[in-house]
């Protein structure tokens, strides 16, 4: 290696040429071995994509060793990934058999691979085209392997073969890189030092970067630009996102704009009166219970209406036949629906002499229960109330399938039972993936008990349902839990499409 | 709970339907009847009942109600012999309410006893509200010496079912396993309720039988007590038995009560009439029905139903027997529900009312969606946390505000409603930590006071290699115009800020623009501004410095707290 005067080189390299980081890289290594490419991010004070870059440009140049490694991980397909979430198709077969659907409610995917699998392991018998179960299976190996690889987890060997041969899971191979300087290296680092401590560079040079100076003094027309190494891989761009439940409520508001509904809203600490008596639940209804409902300590107790709470006194007294407590209505409790908001609606348009309205709310609740991955101690319910003296039951069928149609749901409803409802109802969704009803929201005409206390009239339109499920058949997430982890990596490449 | 799930056998259920039905049209039919279905197979069927029919709980009432509603069979007319057996009712304060009725010529085999047994549990774990407003006692009749008697007792002992030996209501309530499990309903009662025979104790409601009255195989005569609280379900517990066993056979005794305070009463009243008007029928449910087809409808849910003979107003009243077994009938419209699932829900055109309206959100919705809006296209991303947190949480945050507090937490995740936004941003970044750097994050959420105020707040934080005041106090300039606040450069005083380093921000009441903010028109601090004191870092465990902010949105008119009232709820 020679050094002439006035320009400093290494080999065919003249460092003062180099990026601004690729001397800062250079200057990081020295006298390091194989230092990883995080550990030589934080040494040069550069993010891992320039790392790289740099680190190809000083390689091409002999300056520097790359050692690359590969480590080998399975991960699910897509194809893995539905069968994660509705399990595989044998699964559902066998499940079809156990309730008896006839061949022609199965999917074409079921038909073609399920039937074929199910049989094959003996689960089923197909019969004068029915399903019959032969013997069920205590568990389904490769469904846990499937599991533990959607865990990140590895499962066992033949499992793993298995999938990947369906094509439920692949190999992926992870790269990692370290970097050592060549001697050549080594010793042009220490020139790029002294050139950043004297800051000088060298005249004639090419230029990195296009500048302000140049292009005001016209420099440029004179410049060599440098070229890139366009290959290397960059950092992506950091952005901003709303959260998905954000992003569904916005479309759900607009929704409800566009079909004329106004916003209502309302506190989640709520007086037991407006929680559950204006609603007519009786006193001693177990939804009241402490093992369902958050009761308060601090406040023990929130005021209601004095007004309001005579007629709803005399309703529940007549037909639930007891004598009514004011203390107990006075208990604070953490609202347990967002049906609070709509009574409280209510009974200020009664005041309006039953005023007819379009509203709706939405807000979070509380349920006195244990977190699971499809349990949530708090989560968001909507409401929708159409309160006109002229509705009737095909009104409500109408605005929910108006509603939904919206939503981009097909849905049916049939008969169900709830305590302030009557006619009820439940609205199921058509899940494509599933290939099956999937319960949505409940729906009704508030009972006389309710209505005329609050709005003095009869009837109000009433539907309401939790927004996480809908949230998360849409983005094909299964733990409840997982729209409230806040995981940055997770926000950031979650979007609410159509 | 507004469903319970009871497993029924197949055979037994073609038995009370009247007729064997394809395995699909058993199903259907309790789907259409509101009841999903959660397994069926060629020997049973598992279904999930709404508790607003209780009759359905018994095998006999599922087969009823899907024989009518296939039309196999119709309304029915329940019949009660008076029986010459009476009770003497004494006043027993502790569980008022007492009815008994005899039923002659069950043959009790192995699937009945299992039928009865199941729907005895269901009604007093759901009706019955876990035993304490009703309870269910059958006896062996052979074995019982009657007049039966209805009394309050200190003390008396009886050999309660499958022991051996003598025992006081105390020992039950002790040692017994039911008398255990029910313990806390008499909690406070000295006197407990027995129903007797001229021989001794009978049943000692809600918790156990006598051994002597027991069932066997060779029962052939029943007497059944129910006993509790509310007089209505109790008796449509009674009814429901009776109407039960009646369809299965049995010809139904009722019992007179002689009340100790005066006056008789027949344990089972079957027959009720109500009216319907047909133009509210259909005015509900938006339908032209004639009274023929209401009637008609009517039937297939088991209501024997007549029309007045003549036009208009006459006909449009309709008169119907509720069946004795329905314990949900309080108002027409529940008539109307039942005309609606006869005519099926997949039957009726969706309409849209033709209600004109005007849409709009609330002026704070409005500021939350323009502030998220602005926040993204600065690269916030925006987070959702829990509003409920804990102690533990806000003391690593060093917030030592006093919030609404759980009476009854599940877990010690969940005691109280969160007062500051900034704990849940911390906790964000603390699980964040390996997601490189920089990270602004927000949220926009509901925190409360002590006296249960809620209101809406907006946290932003920024976490980098470098993140100062500067940077933040950038960020709020960005939002500033919606959130009709300035910064007041004041310390902001909080615990959790670094000294000296921090703003708080400030509101005018009734601001307009343009014109001169009053003297007193500020309304106090209404958040802060500043660099987050590195010992709330180290709490949650953040090595990189965090700048952020915290501010009250507009809020929606707050409940009324009360001071902690002097009447004391139950």
Redesign the interface.
């Known amino acids: 290696m020679t050094s002439t005067k006035g320009s400093k080189t290494a080999g065919s390299v003249d460092i003062s040429t180099l990026h601004q980081n690729d001397r800062s890289l250079l200057t990081a290594l020295i006298g390091k071995k194989g230092i990883s490419l995080q550990d030589a991010a934080r040494a040069a004070s550069l993010n891992p994509d320039s790392v790289m870059r740099s680190a190809f440009t000083l390689s091409a140049s002999n300056l520097l060793l790359i050692n690359e490694s590969k480590s080998e991980r399975l991960v699910l397909t897509d194809e893995g990934k539905r069968f994660l979430e509705n399990r595989f198709p044998e699964q559902r077969v066998l499940d079809a058999a156990?309730?008896?659907f006839?061949m022609d409610r199965l999917s074409e995917e079921e038909k073609k691979v399920g039937v074929a699998w199910a049989s094959r392991l003996g689960w089923v018998k197909v019969s004068d085209g029915k399903l019959q179960v032969k013997s069920k299976p205590q568990a389904y190996g490769i469904y846990d392997a499937l599991k533990l690889i959607g865990q990140g987890k590895a499962p066992d060997k033949a499992s793993a073969e298995q999938l990947v041969k369906r094509g439920s899971a692949a190999l992926k191979v992870d790269k990692s890189f370290s970097f050592t300087l060549t001697p050549a290296g080594e010793s042009a680092a220490k020139g790029a030092k002294e050139l950043i401590i004297s800051g000088t560079s060298g005249a004639g040079a090419e230029v990195n970067e296009l500048t302000h100076e140049m292009l005001s003094t016209g420099s440029w027309k004179e410049a060599r630009f440098r070229k890139y190494n366009t290959s290397a891989p960059v950092e992506t761009a950091?952005?901003?996102?709303?959260?998905p439940?954000?992003a569904y409520v916005?479309r759900i508001?607009q929704i409800?704009?566009?079909?004329?509904?106004?916003?209502?809203?309302?506190?989640?600490?709520?007086?037991s009166f407006w929680n559950f008596d204006a609603l007519f639940t009786p006193q001693?209804h177990?939804?009241r219970e402490?093992?369902d409902t958050?009761?308060?300590?601090?406040?023990?107790?929130?005021?209601y209406p004095k007004d309001v709470a005579e007629r709803v006194k005399e309703v529940q007294e007549k037909?639930w036949?007891?004598s009514w407590?004011?203390?107990?209505a006075?208990?604070?409790v953490?609202r347990t629906h967002t049906t609070c908001i709509s009574g409280r609606k209510l009974a200020e348009l009664g005041k309006k002499r039953s005023r007819?309205?379009?509203f709706f709310a939405i807000g979070?609740v509380?349920r006195?229960?244990?977190?699971d991955f499809k349990h949530l101690?708090?989560f968001y319910q909507v409401e929708g109330i159409?309160a006109?003296k002229?509705?009737?039951?095909?009104?409500l069928?109408?605005?929910?399938?108006?509603f939904y149609g919206q939503l981009g749901m097909k849905v049916?409803?049939?008969?169900?039972?709830?305590?302030y409802t009557?006619?009820?109802?439940?609205v199921d969704r058509w899940d494509e993936g599933r290939n099956q009803w999937i319960e949505l929201a409940g729906a009704g005409?508030l009972?006389?008990?309710v209505s005329m206390p609050l709005w003095g009239a009869y009837?109000v339109?009433a539907w309401g349902m939790s927004l996480e499920r809908p949230i998360m058949a849409k983005l094909k997430v299964n733990d409840m839990r997982s729209?409230?982890?806040?995981?940055?990596?997770w926000?950031?490449n979650t979007e609410i499409k159509d | 709970m507004i469903m319970a799930t009871m497993t029924f056998d197949r055979k037994e259920l073609e038995q009370f339907i009247g007729k064997s039905r394809p395995l699909e049209e058993i199903v259907d039919s309790f789907e259409m009847l509101g009841m999903p279905v959660d397994k069926a197979t060629e020997d049973e069927i598992v279904a999930d009942i709404t508790t607003d029919r209780v009759d359905m709980f018994t095998v006999e009432g599922a087969g009823r109600a899907i024989g009518q509603f296939l039309g196999i069979s119709g309304p029915r007319k329940y019949k009660a012999e008076a029986s010459k057996v009476v009770m003497n009712v004494d006043n027993v304060p502790a569980r008022p309410i007492v009815l008994a009725f005899i039923a002659k010529g069950v043959k009790l085999d192995e699937k009945m006893i299992r039928s009865l047994i199941m729907a005895q549990e269901k009604l007093h774990e759901t009706f019955g509200r876990k035993r304490k407003k009703i309870a269910i006692g059958i006896h062996d009749l052979d074995k019982v010496s009657p007049p039966i008697s209805y009394r309050a007792f200190k003390y008396v002992t009886f050999v309660p079912l499958d022991t051996d030996k003598e025992m006081s209501p105390a020992d039950i309530l002790k040692e017994h396993p039911k008398g255990k499990e029910y313990a806390h309903i008499f909690d406070g009662v000295t006197e407990y309720p027995m129903v007797m025979d001229t021989k001794g104790v009978l049943s000692f409601p809600p918790i156990i039988n006598s051994e002597r009255t027991r069932l066997t195989d060779k029962t052939k005569n029943l007497l059944v007590d129910i006993t509790g609280t509310s007089e209505s379900a109790v008796r449509s517990t009674a009814h429901i038995l009776a109407t039960a066993l009646y369809d299965r056979g049995a010809s139904i005794e009722n019992i007179k009560l002689k009340m100790m305070q005066g006056g008789e009463q027949n344990s089972l009243i079957f027959e009720r009439k109500e009216k319907l008007s047909l133009k509210f029928a259909n005015k509900t449910l938006g339908l032209r029905l004639k009274p023929e087809r209401a009637i008609e409808l009517l039937a297939k849910m088991g209501y024997a139903a007549t029309a007045e003979e003549g036009k208009g107003a006459k006909s449009d009243t309709i008169t119907i027997e509720v069946p004795p077994y329905r314990a949900d009938i309080i108002h027409e419209v529940d008539f109307v529900e039942d005309i609606a699932v006869a005519y099926g829900y997949e039957n009726f055109k969706p309409d849209l009312p033709k209600l004109m309206t005007i849409g709009s959100l609330k002026p704070e919705t409005q500021t939350e969606n323009n502030i998220r809006g602005m926040l993204v296209s600065s690269q916030f991303n925006e987070i959702n946390s829990w509003t409920l947190t804990n102690e533990e949480t806000d003391r690593k945050a060093l917030i030592n505000d006093s919030g609404v507090e759980i009476k009854n937490p599940r877990t010690n995740d969940f005691t109280r409603f969160r007062t500051d936004l900034l704990p849940s941003l911390l906790s964000a970044l603390a699980i964040n930590k390996t997601r490189g750097l920089p990270q602004r994050l927000f949220e926009i959420g509901r925190v409360a006071d002590a006296k249960g105020n809620c209101s809406t707040h907006l946290c932003c934080v920024i976490t980098a290699e470098r993140a100062s005041f500067s940077d933040i106090a950038g960020v709020f300039d960005v939002v500033k115009s919606s959130l009709n606040a300035t910064a007041e450069p004041a310390d902001a005083g909080k615990e959790f800020l670094i000294p000296g380093r921090s703003v708080r921000f400030i509101r005018e009441s009734g601001k307009i623009e343009g014109k001169k903010r009053e003297a007193d028109g500020t309304v106090g601090s209404i958040g802060w501004c500043g660099e987050i004191h590195p010992q709330a870092l180290e709490n949650f465990k953040i090595d990189y410095p965090v700048a952020a902010f915290e501010i009250l949105l507009p809020t929606v008119v707050p409940a009324k707290a009360k001071r902690a009232s002097r009447r004391k709820a139950k």
């Open positions: 156990e309730k008896h006839a950091s952005h901003g996102a709303a959260h439940i954000s916005s508001q409800f704009l566009n079909m004329g509904f106004e916003e209502a809203t309302g506190n989640e600490v709520e007086s001693d177990p939804a402490l093992h958050f009761y308060l300590k601090q406040p023990g107790y929130v005021e037909n036949k007891y407590n004011p203390s107990v006075e208990q604070a953490l007819p309205a379009k979070r509380y006195n229960e244990a977190t101690a708090e159409v006109w002229r509705a009737n039951f095909r009104h069928l109408g605005v929910l399938s108006s049916r409803f049939r008969p169900h039972y709830f305590p009557e006619p009820s109802l439940e005409i009972r006389p008990e009837p339109l729209l409230y982890t806040n995981d940055l990596e926000l950031r």
